[in-house]
């Protein structure tokens, strides 16, 4: 077991627990408020850098380019579906959860639509850094870009990590890279928590804390607007 990874890994389950018992207001609300603009602005940072550095116009014209051959092809599809599945959070139980917070004249269909367009438009955006950043490495390796490009793992932890290790100042590059990975990993695993802790509190009637007053029960588990 490696020990490094081993502490790594109890420190953001930590986070998670401590985000998620302090409740919804002062834990994952409040979290998220701060979380969202560093991810925003970072990602903002990265993608005007990449969009500047040689060879970066290889790479946009790769992402920008569509290759209709494709729309046939299944597997397309397939990869695309399970994308867009998990990046909204679709069958987790967390979208119903966090509905279930809303006041009850909350405009369900406006409120979706929001979410799914602004997540759809944030990947767009990040994606030109990644392929900015790849079409670099392609220029300096001197191979073509397609070699240079994976998916999922692959691209964030190894084709990536190359890249940014041959930017200039790459190190804090990587460490405002990584920084962005960590806050959103973050974000989505209090939400996959809190998806967990709102059910076995609405449920079993249990709370985040060890509280025997009915009415900050009620309050802690975040559904005090369903029982009155």
């Known amino acids: 077991m490696n020990p490094l990874i081993?502490?790594?890994?109890?420190?953001?389950?930590?986070?998670?627990?401590?985000i998620t018992y302090r409740g919804l207001e002062?834990?994952?609300?409040?979290?998220?408020?701060?979380?969202?603009?560093?991810?925003?602005?970072?990602?903002?940072?990265?993608?005007?850098?990449?969009v500047l550095l040689e060879g970066a116009s290889d790479g946009l014209r790769l992402y920008l380019t569509p290759d209709f051959s494709k729309i046939?092809?299944?597997?397309?599809?397939?990869?695309?579906?399970?994308?867009?599945?998990?990046?909204?959070s679709l069958g987790?139980?967390?979208?119903?959860?966090y509905a279930s917070y809303l006041p009850e004249e909350t405009n369900l269909l406006k409120n979706s639509v929001l979410v799914a367009c602004t997540n759809s438009a944030y990947e767009v955006f990040a994606g030109f850094g990644v392929f900015s950043v790849l079409g670099y490495m392609a220029l300096k390796k001197q191979v073509p870009i397609e070699e240079t490009v994976t998916s999922g793992i692959g691209l964030a932890f190894v084709a990536y990590p190359k890249?940014?290790?041959?930017?200039p100042f790459g190190a804090l590059f990587g460490?405002?890279?990584?920084?962005?990975?960590?806050?959103?990993g973050i974000s989505s695993s209090i939400s996959i928590i809190e998806a967990f802790t709102a059910a076995s509190c609405d449920?079993?009637?249990?709370?985040?804390?060890?509280?025997?007053?009915?009415?900050?029960?009620?309050?802690?588990?975040?559904?005090?607007?369903?029982?009155h």
């Not at 046939?72 to 909204?88: M, R, T």
């Not at 060890?210 to 029982?227: E, L, M, Q, T, W």
């Open 175 to 184: 460490v405002l890279f990584f920084f962005l990975l960590c806050i959103a």
């Open 6 to 18: 081993l502490g790594g890994v109890a420190l953001i389950w930590f986070i998670n627990w401590a």
């Open 72 to 88: 046939a092809n299944l597997d397309v599809w397939v990869a695309a579906y399970g994308q867009i599945f998990f990046s909204l």
């Open 203 to 227: 449920k079993f009637g249990i709370s985040r804390k060890k509280n025997h007053h009915p009415a900050v029960h009620f309050r802690i588990c975040g559904v005090d607007s369903f029982y």
């Open 163 to 167: 890249a940014i290790s041959m930017l």
């Open 26 to 50: 002062d834990g994952v609300e409040r979290s998220v408020k701060f979380m969202m603009p560093v991810l925003f602005v970072i990602t903002v940072f990265i993608v005007i850098f990449s």
């Open 92 to 97: 987790f139980g967390i979208m119903i959860a």
